[in-house]
T-cell receptor, first 112, second 119 residues
């Protein structure tokens, strides 16, 4: 079993629609972070949600965290073509040090 | 906004050669990291570095790898004798060190990576 698995692996929607991506994990965590990666580029930090938080907003992004189900979701509202990218959740485990464990990612395509 | 910078953006090296990847972390950050991403696969943790020493490393980070902070700004990853399977995108990241409930909960800021191609 792997820490940090995103679902779906790929998502294609029309511009203006909302996109929801999910992430599940196995072990207890300190926090969960979402990153975006444009093709051939680095990882851009989007949002961090701590284990004692349930929901967090940043602009058009909304992240939820359910520690009882060990899952998180990332909602992008009113999607734009520029949102086309891969989205990864990353966790750091309480007993670990500073490393992040990434999931496989969701490839999001926004069609104009 | 401050950012992590990595050089070179692309490195092509013959198998068996040594390679050094360079990173300039964000200036007030204290934790530094290297990750790699083999084409089409997950981003994998390699090593974290704090207070001039390795704080954690993965099983990938074997004896052929080393890290160094040679001065106050650079952070380097050296691969001594490269193998074909070392071909990947290598990302440097940095974060502040702030305690929260006994753990560290700070976002890690990534550079754009160095694409390493081993021939």
């Amino acid at each position: 079993s792997q820490q940090g698995e995103e679902d779906p692996q790929a998502l294609s929607i029309q511009e203006g629609e909302n996109a929801t991506m999910n992430c599940s994990y196995k072990t207890s965590i300190n926090n969960l972070q979402w990153y975006r990666q444009n093709s051939g580029r680095g990882l851009v930090h989007l949002i961090l949600i701590r284990s004692n938080e349930r929901e967090k907003h940043s602009g058009r992004l909304r992240v939820t965290l359910d520690t009882s189900k060990k899952s998180s979701s990332l909602l992008i509202t009113a999607s734009r073509a520029a949102d086309t990218a891969s989205y990864f959740c990353a966790t750091d485990i309480i007993q670990g040090a500073q490393k992040l464990v990434f999931g496989q990612g969701t490839r999001l395509t926004i069609n104009p | 906004e401050p950012e992590v910078t990595q050089t070179p953006s692309h490195q092509v090296t013959q198998m068996g050669q040594e390679v050094i990847l360079r990173c300039v972390p964000i200036s007030n950050h204290l934790y530094f990291y290297w990750y790699r991403q083999i084409l089409g696969q997950k981003v994998e943790f390699l090593v974290s570095f704090y207070n001039n020493e390795i704080s954690e490393k993965s099983e990938i980070f074997d004896d052929q790898f080393s890290v160094e902070r040679p001065d106050g700004s650079n952070f380097t990853l050296k691969i001594r004798s490269t193998k074909l399977e070392d071909s990947a995108m290598y990302f440097c990241a940095s974060s502040e060190a702030k305690q929260w409930a006994g753990g560290l909960s700070q976002p890690q800021h990534f550079g754009d990576g160095t694409r390493l191609s081993i021939l």
